[in-house]
């Protein structure tokens, strides 16, 4: 089972939205809507950020939000601020693996 | 407050053998599947493995397919990965992981801070 393909960085400035996108094939992302999105700061565990495609959790800012077309999912987080800068990876439920994770963005607030 | 600790990681030789483990507190235990994810220092998340509700179900990936064996012990609240066969590949920090719903369709709510494992001679 092959990672999810990511992005490597992505960037923008404090107040921009930006788009992460988590693109993988018709027996994982395309087939199933178990996508869910990790923030992880660095030295700390990953923190979920949206479940099934495009739930947030309790807790969780509603600037962060979530979609899915065909095999591409996507995370965007709008008014981008300084401690959204973090790894985000994406995951999805697989009819093989079960799960497989997303190669990972680095977001990075200018 | 859900808490997942893990121990058990320390340095080994390839070829070598560990069991991890993950003491949960917070909720109710055996009513959820768990899982292990690892991250090798520097890189990306990878899912290693997950042990459904009762035990009576497990999935691997398939790296480690036949080396390694989950286990969980709902009398102690406890979960377990016992790890053979080590190789220099498997060096990484393991997290225990919580699934967020019933069953092993989903994704992983809580985690623990990690574990690390070192495989070197």
């Known amino acids: 089972q092959s990672a999810l393909t990511q992005p490597a960085s992505v960037s923008g400035s404090p107040g921009q939205s930006i788009t992460i996108s988590c693109t993988g094939t018709s027996s994982d992302v395309g087939s199933y809507n178990y996508v869910s999105w990790y923030q992880q700061h660095p030295g700390k565990a990953p923190k979920l950020m949206i479940y099934?495609?495009?739930n947030r959790p309790s807790g969780v800012s509603n600037r962060f939000s979530g979609s899915k077309s065909g095999n591409t999912a996507s995370l965007t987080i709008s008014g981008l601020q300084a401690e959204d800068e973090a790894d985000y990876y994406c995951?999805?439920?697989?009819?093989?693996?079960?799960?497989?994770f997303g190669t990972g963005t680095k977001v990075t607030v200018l | 407050e859900v808490q997942l600790v893990e121990s058990g990681g320390v340095v080994v030789q390839p070829g070598g053998s560990l069991r991890l483990s993950c003491a949960a507190s917070g909720f109710t235990f055996d009513d959820y599947t768990m899982h292990w994810v690892r991250q090798p220092p520097g890189k990306g998340l990878e899912w290693v493995s997950l042990?459904?509700?009762?035990?009576?179900?497990?999935y691997y990936t398939d790296s480690v397919k036949g080396r390694f064996t989950i286990s969980r012990d709902n009398s102690k609240n406890s979960l377990y990965l016992q790890m053979n066969s080590l190789n220099t590949e498997d060096t990484a920090l393991y997290y225990c992981t919580k699934h967020g719903t019933s069953g092993w369709y989903g994704y992983f709510d809580y985690w623990g801070q990690g574990a690390l494992v070192t495989v070197s001679s």
């Open positions: 099934e495609v495009s």
């Open positions: 995951t999805s439920y697989t009819s093989s693996s079960p799960y497989v």
């Open positions: 042990i459904s509700w009762d035990g009576r179900t497990t």
